[in-house]
């Protein structure tokens, strides 16, 4: 089971992942996050993705290509984010840094690995995880994150 410890962050006064973000924060803040969906929840993405894939939450958004492993965690993120939360492409695509065509590619690559028992499985478990995150949060304050 993933745990994940929130702190208050006094400047933008909302919850973040209790993880150096700051350079994050800043490009989230440029981009636009959709109707219902805070750029909190992109956040908690990369971070539940880098524990369930045991990879570092700061690489996954790095410009560099990385490792292998690294490469499919962000595809993975990219993946929840598009599946998940519904963003588009191009939505994504700003979170990450990456052209729209960048993250389609990533999410087809998931989507063709999914027939893999062992990673559909590990997957579904991201989703289920994310699912109950959005059920738990109230309808009225999640723009407000």
């Not at 289920?128 to 999640?142: A, G, H």
Request: glycine letters at 6%; one cysteine or more.
């Amino acid at each position: 089971m993933l745990s994940v410890d929130v702190k208050l962050d006094e400047p933008l006064g909302h919850p973040v992942l209790a993880t150096d973000f700051s350079l994050q924060r800043n490009q989230m803040e440029r981009s636009r996050s959709r109707p219902g969906h805070p750029r909190l929840l992109y956040v908690f993405v990369i971070q539940m993705v880098a524990s369930a894939m045991e990879v570092d939450a700061n690489d996954i958004r790095n410009l560099a290509r990385g490792s292998a492993k690294l490469c499919r965690a962000r595809h993975v993120a990219m993946y929840l984010m598009n599946v998940t939360l519904g963003c588009s492409f191009k939505e994504i695509g700003k979170v990450f840094g990456k052209d729209r065509t960048t993250v389609s590619y990533a999410c087809g690559v998931v989507e063709e690995l999914r027939d893999i028992p062992v990673f559909d499985d590990r997957v579904a478990e991201l989703e289920d995880i994310l699912v109950t995150v959005l059920k738990l949060l109230p309808e009225r304050s999640r723009g407000n994150l």
